[in-house]
């Protein structure tokens, strides 16, 4: 079983839609989780940190279920700019800060 | 401010050959990392560094050797080039552990 898996859709959405990924990890060690996108042929990139309370950055909310094991990304109106592979990633502990990132979720927002 | 730089960003290599993949940070980072990216499997750590003069190894890091003599520098070295390691190489650092990783443009390497 992968340490952090995600459907690798594509998720094909009209432009205005709500669309929510779900990631799910299996270890419950995991410190720290975050969202990262990357755009084709690009290095990914930090969208947002997830937090136990959840948190939200504009169009963007991230939920983390420690019970679980699972977190999720919520995007509403969705922007043609928003195209792009969501990366799942946890965290290990061991004083080095090891990412375990999941295969990612591709977005694919149409007119 | 250049943030994460790695070079070269396209190199074809024939099998047998050796290379060095250079990242240089200027964030005055600690931790610097090695990735390689390959389609439907997610990026794997290969090597990873918690300060200058230290390396350890990842999950994959058969066939590749690092060095990291200057902090702001991390070279990941191939000593003999297989098709196998034909992939997307990311370097990545961070000033802390659980902190947010920031990653260079990436590296195509194919080997034939």
């Known amino acids: 079983r992968k340490e952090v898996e995600q459907d690798p859709g594509p998720f094909n959405v009209p432009e205005g839609a709500t669309v929510a990924f779900n990631c799910t990890y299996s270890?419950?060690?995991?410190?720290?989780f975050f969202w990262y996108r990357q755009d084709c042929r690009k290095e990914p990139k930090l969208l947002m940190s997830?937090?136990?309370s959840g948190n939200e950055d504009g169009r963007f909310t991230a939920q983390l279920n420690r019970a679980s094991q699972y977190i999720s990304l919520l995007i509403r109106d969705s922007k043609l700019s928003d195209s792009a592979t969501y990366l799942c990633?946890?965290?290990?502990?061991?004083?080095?800060?090891?990412?375990?990132f999941g295969a990612g979720t591709r977005l694919a927002v149409h007119p | 401010n250049a943030g994460v730089t790695q070079t070269p960003k396209f190199r074809v290599l024939k099998t047998g050959q050796s290379m060095t993949l250079l990242c240089a940070q200027d964030?005055?980072?600690?931790?610097m990392y090695w990735y390689r990216q390959d389609p439907g499997m997610g990026l794997r750590l290969i090597h990873y560094?918690?300060?200058?003069?230290?390396?350890a190894k990842g999950e994959v890091p058969d066939g590749y050797n690092v060095s990291r003599l200057k902090k702001q520098n991390f070279l990941l070295g191939l000593e003999s080039a297989a098709p196998s390691q034909t992939s997307v190489y990311f370097c990545?650092?961070?000033?802390?552990?659980?902190?947010?990783?920031?990653f260079g443009p990436g590296t195509r390497l194919t080997v034939t």
């Open positions: 990545a650092s961070t000033r802390e552990a659980y902190y947010e990783q920031y």
């Open positions: 270890n419950s060690a995991s410190q720290s």
């Open positions: 997830v937090y136990s």
């Open positions: 990633v946890g965290t290990l502990s061991g004083g080095y800060n090891k990412l375990i």
């Open positions: 964030m005055n980072h600690e931790y």
């Open positions: 560094s918690v300060g200058e003069g230290t390396t």
